[in-house]
């Protein structure tokens, strides 16, 4: 089969994005460039590699082997050029991708860690929903994921060989109050007096629920706010423009005028933070960064 590297790009760039525009985007092509490269592809496999949907392309069962084996050459290549150029094992880059409230309190904290025990170690992070960092993991442009779960936490995909899931923290969600406003000095709320709140919440999205609201309340909450940031939800707050939820992690991070109050008379929410990879092997250096989460995840859960 006569394939390019840049068309394995394209490949991977395309089967994470989930569209060719983000791709073409991502990559600095143009639209029809990455079609080009796209139909190139298809003709050198014999088969065809995307299904096209009106949200943009999804991967096919000939898609995801080429793309296993797309992500080994290409992983294979940045190995070469790190040799060549003189960086060792443990000194090469470690792409680590997180869900949005992981980062205010977890991933600062391991990063610290990491700059003062591993200094040499190069960690790059992006921020995702669940989707969007398992189709990275995929794609190989992550080499480690934060993934975030309700119960009863099923396979984050379904494509084979499964990714490498580890369970690292139980937090139980909360809900951030103004600490001046209804709620000055209670430690807990029920259902019923928070549900005809405002709530401030992120956009919801195809595949992204609605996060902020607390999960079954009756009727339509009143979502007056939107923001992806939490931090940014959490000063909301503090403002008294509404009320978000939280899991308990991000205590540390909470800013002047929230609490943080458990929620009474409805079944307790909780929320596992677990560690996700490829099924390939992983590089000294993503062992030494998956080392450092799982103590930084230890010494939360204290």
């Known amino acids: 089969m ?3 590297l840049a068309g394995l790009r394209v490949l991977r760039e395309v089967a994470e994005r989930g569209t060719i525009t983000a791709a073409a985007e991502a990559l600095g ?69 997180f869900f949005p409230t992981a980062g205010a ?10 700059r003062r ?34 119960p009863p936490h099923r396979s984050p995909d379904t494509d084979a060989p499964p990714l490498r899931v580890e369970p ?17 000095g209670r430690d807990s709320v029920t259902a019923e007096e928070i549900a005809d709140e405002p709530w401030i919440a992120s956009p919801a999205g195809a595949q992204e629920p609605l996060l902020g609201v607390w999960p079954g309340l009756p009727g339509r909450p009143r ?3 939107t923001a992806r940031d ?21 205590l540390p ?3 002047p005028g929230v609490r943080i109050v458990a929620v009474e008379g409805v079944a307790e929410e909780w929320r596992r933070v677990s560690l996700a990879h490829s099924p390939g092997p992983t590089t000294e250096s993503a062992n030494v960064v998956v080392r450092v989460l799982r103590e930084e995840a230890a010494e939360l859960a204290d």
């Open 2 to 4: 006569d394939v390019t």
């Open 29 to 97: 092509y143009t639209q029809s460039a990455v079609s080009r490269q796209v139909a190139g592809l298809e003709q050198a496999a014999g088969a065809r590699l995307f299904d096209r949907h009106p949200g943009g392309v999804r991967l096919t069962g000939a898609g995801r082997a080429l793309l296993r084996h797309a992500v080994v050459a290409l992983d294979a290549l940045d190995a070469a050029d790190r040799e060549l150029r003189g960086a060792g094992a443990a000194d090469g880059p470690v792409r680590l991708g």
């Open 105 to 114: 309190v977890f991933v600062t904290r391991a990063l610290a860690a990491l």
């Open 117 to 150: 025990d591993h200094p040499r170690i190069r960690v790059s992070t992006r921020e995702g929903t669940t989707p969007s960092l398992v189709r990275a993991l995929r794609a190989g442009t992550l080499d480690i994921a934060l993934l975030s779960s309700r």
């Open 168 to 184: 690292l923290l139980e937090t139980r969600l909360a809900v951030a109050v103004p600490a001046g406003g209804r709620f000055t």
């Open 223 to 225: 979502v007056r706010h």
């Open 230 to 250: 939490w931090l940014t939800k959490l000063h909301l707050v503090a403002a008294g423009a509404g009320i978000t939820t939280a899991p308990s992690t991000l």
């Open 253 to 255: 991070a909470v800013p």
